[in-house]
């Protein structure tokens, strides 16, 4: 079991009203010596790369600051897309869990979310190859991934509603996470909880794999925050039913990686 080395917030915090936070959060001047803020979003951008990790700690910084680095922003790019893949995954599988969707064909699972994603999503690069490759990279921050997204999604849906005086900057995923780390944990740990707990029809492990999941500290005096369940669509159902049995894509063929910590 690996837990990541996050330090605690000083005091419990459990999160009631988002429009507040957004609105105030958003109003002051990205702090980026939160000590929790850091930490998690190298965890989440390089979770099974240490040496990474630690450079990133050192990059992120002077690139936030306004620093020139071609090379670090097209890789920051690169991980906003595949973030993109590993939200919608996380976020269809407990779409289908809470909706009780394909119980007689084992239930959600993994590549049924993909599956479902290469054939519906509207945005390019959605293949079920780019998008297998995208949740084998974080899948074991996954949980923190799709909090991360939801934020994001959230924000702007608030924002067209009524202003918060946003610029572009501020609604990307990195930044939301330096901005909103206790809200992305909040909901990260109703996501873990749920990808831990839930174990498909006939299967012998839940969604998210315990052994090399980077899970919340326990101590980390945040209060859970559950996602919304969306409904999925009837057309969705339609493709899901359509799926043959057993079509996993690259599932079946996909060889694991070993894990570094």
Same mark, same amino acid.
């Given at each position: 079991?690996? +837990?990541?080395?996050? &330090? &605690? ?35 989440? /951008? ?14 992120? %910084?002077?690139?936030?600051? $306004?620093?020139?680095? %071609? ?15 590993? =939200? ?8 289908? $869990?809470? !909706? ?5 064909? !084992?239930?959600?699972?993994? $590549? ?18 780019? =998008? ?8 074991? +921050? ?8 939801? +934020?994001?999604?959230?924000? *702007?849906?608030?924002?067209? *509603?009524?202003?918060? $005086?946003?610029?572009?900057? *501020? ?16 909901? /990260? ?9 839930? +174990?498909?029809? /006939? ?17 980390? #005096? ?12 009837? *057309?969705?159902?339609?493709?899901? #039913? =359509?799926?043959?049995? !057993?079509?996993? !894509? ?12």
């Amino acid at each position: 079991m690996r +837990v990541m080395v996050i &330090p &605690p917030f000083p005091r419990k915090i459990k999160i009631t009203n988002l429009e507040s936070l957004y609105r105030t959060r958003l109003s002051l001047r990205l702090d980026l010596r939160t000590s929790a803020a850091f930490p998690l979003l190298c965890y989440m /951008g390089w979770p099974n790369d240490p040496a990474a990790r630690e450079n990133a700690m050192k990059m992120l %910084p002077r690139l936030l600051e $306004g620093g020139k680095d %071609p090379a670090a922003a097209k890789h920051l790019a690169r991980i906003h897309k595949a973030w993109r893949h590993v =939200a919608d995954v996380v976020h269809l599988q407990y779409d289908m $869990g809470h !909706g009780g969707h394909q119980k007689r064909r !084992g239930g959600p699972s993994v $590549g049924k979310a993909i599956y479902l994603l290469s054939k519906t999503a509207k945005t390019r690069g959605n293949r079920q190859a780019n =998008a297998w490759k995208s949740w084998e990279t974080y899948k074991d +921050v996954a949980h923190l991934i799709a909090a991360a997204m939801l +934020v994001c999604w959230d924000i *702007q849906t608030k924002h067209r *509603q009524k202003s918060l $005086g946003l610029e572009l900057q *501020q609604l990307l995923p990195l930044r939301v996470v330096l901005t909103f780390p206790e809200l992305i944990i909040a909901v /990260g740990l109703a996501f873990e909880k749920c990808g831990l707990a839930y +174990v498909p029809k /006939g299967g012998t492990e839940p969604m998210l794999n315990p052994e090399t999941l980077w899970r919340i500290p326990p101590d980390i #005096n945040v209060a859970p925050l559950p996602p919304p369940i969306r409904k999925i669509r009837p *057309q969705d159902t339609a493709v899901l #039913n =359509a799926r043959r049995a !057993g079509n996993r !894509g690259r599932a079946k063929r996909h060889e694991t990686t070993p894990v570094s910590v």
